[in-house]
């Protein structure tokens, strides 16, 4: 299976190819108000208002850096009735994919309750990689309920 790449403050993380509806460079953002300091802001994409979520800041509490590599993975918000609200995740270092079936990433013992969206490792030539399962961070981090005022 394909998987993109990306570092989130220095490790890297991979997340499924057919997740990803597009990369784009970073893009001046809206701020946004009143929601968590994880949701970086909202930008204009392809017609829709779209939250972009900083991955550097939900994983690692710090602030994606701004690097040419820095990059704004588009995803849909994972809910058929809501295929058209994309969501963008910032990240740094997206400029590589693996090829890797999902059962070579292995649980390391450290069970996370906080971030459960953060799955097993594998090892790769530049070192160990984590994998990010997308649903289970959108059902934690739905920025779509959040700027609608909505509970998730």
Known sequence: MLLLLFSAG???YAMESKDVVEVIPRVSLRPAVNLPSYVSGL???RGVVAPVIDLCSLIQGRSSCQNLSSRIIMV???NSADKDQFIGLLSEGVTDTISRPLNAFHATGLNSQIKPYLGGMTLDERG??????LNVLLEQVNPHHELMGIDS
């Open 76 to 78: 849909t918000s994972g």
């Open 10 to 12: 220095g490790p890297l």
């Open 43 to 45: 930008f204009n994409y």
């Open 128 to 133: 160990m990689v984590q994998i990010l399962h």
